[in-house]
């Protein structure tokens, strides 16, 4: 079997053509002609399938080694599709520290259809446990980040998996952070990947995009149906954007590491900057990935300015990063996870998960890593000198 780079580049041939070629053809089609009324076409109407999207679906199911894939209209839909499956009054216990977009979309709209959602803080497995077990009522699944959003933390799949399965619940993984080229949490024993392929997957900033992969034909069946019934399916033209984007995954990744390792280390030497969050920082972070099986810290971090510093000044100064939500694209961005990202957290809650209002998030990209340490001293050196004036302001008595 081709291995995972020649799969990311090849994915798997539907079948549809015989033309001769090489890229997967773009079907603008939204029926597809029955031979006669007896017949069973292989596909028939574009929501429930249509070959563009369908060579996208396989492709990502090989990639995360999984059953079936489905493709959706966003990350948040495929989300939405994979929650569906479950009945009101099921409990799911949910990771504390997850995108905002998903926080929401279980507070405020899971919660009205009668979903019991339980956070926990998944880096306690003590904690988990219990949540899982609950009061004699086990949960019905446990839904978590691979790599926690802003800060970074590395869940460990296989353990939480292990103790999931304890209680029969399904174990869903938002892959968004670490993407199938650093770690396929299926093999470690998650049972539903899900992608916002709006990020890594794509890395341009040019489509949004959801996906699933369930690890089961049973949660297939059950995922087919949601994405189906639901309807939001990914169109053909941004199933090939995604497809595209897939093909040179692993050689961005591969500079988006060394850059943001690069950036890291220029944060963690800088004396405006309190504390950097990056795994696989130092030789316990690079053993903590290697434990938890990660092959790579990724390409996104996140660190504190130190008290008295603004960090809209450093963020309204940046040239080379552009200031944007989103991540995992070839061009850098940087963000303030308080404004931005995570504003639908309530902010007491936003500060007990440590996500301050000084937390910066940068996106890192393939530029030159350079460029992207310039960018930011010059823009730490603006708000340096406004420290600087403001201490100084203070200091001179006001003569009138
Ligand atoms: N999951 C994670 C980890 C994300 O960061 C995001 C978006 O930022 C989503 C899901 C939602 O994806 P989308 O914006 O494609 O709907």
Known sequence: MARFNTQLVHGIA???????????????????????????????????????????????????????????????????????????GDRIVVGDNIYGGTYSQIHEFFDRWGLKFEVVDTQDLAAVEAALRGNGVPAKALYFETFTNPLLQVNDVAALSE???????????????????????????????LHSATKYLAGHSDVVAGLAVAGSDELAHRL?????????????????????????????????????????????????????????????????????????????LAFEVAKGVNPSVILNNLHVFRLAVSLGAVESLAELPCRM????IPREERLKLGITDEL?????????????????????????????????????????
């Open 224 to 300: 087919y149906f949601a994405q189906n019934r639901l309807g939001g399916v990914l169109p053909p033209a941004e199933s090939d954007s995604v497809r595209k984007g897939l093909q040179t995954l692993a050689l961005r990744l591969d500079r988006q590491q060394e850059n943001a390792a690069r950036v890291a280390e220029f944060l963690q030497e800088n004396p405006l900057v309190s504390s950097v969050h990056y795994p696989g920082t130092g030789i316990r972070g690079k053993q903590e990935l290697t434990d938890k099986g990660v092959k790579g810290a990724g390409g996104v």
């Open 341 to 344: 990202t995570h504003f639908e």
């Open 14 to 88: 539907v079948e549809d053509n015989a033309t001769g070629a090489v890229n997967p053809p773009i079907y603008n089609s939204s029926t597809f002609a029955f031979s006669s009324v007896d017949d069973i076409p292989r596909w028939d109407y574009a929501r429930s399938g249509n070959p563009t999207r369908e060579f996208l679906e396989r492709q990502i199911a090989q990639l995360e080694h999984g059953v079936r894939g489905f493709a959706f209209s966003s990350g948040l839909a495929a989300i939405h599709a994979s929650l569906s499956i479950f009945a009101p």
């Open 163 to 193: 103790l999931a399965h304890r209680y029969n619940a399904v174990v869903i993984v938002d892959n968004t952070f670490v993407t199938p080229y650093l770690q396929q949490p299926l093999d470690l024993g998650a049972d539903v990947v």
């Open 360 to 400: 910066i998030r940068l996106a890192i990209g393939i530029e030159d890593a350079d460029d992207l340490v310039e960018d930011l001293r010059q823009a730490f050196a603006l708000a340096d000198k406004e420290l600087e004036d403001e201490s100084a302001e203070r200091s001179v008595p006001v003569l009138r």
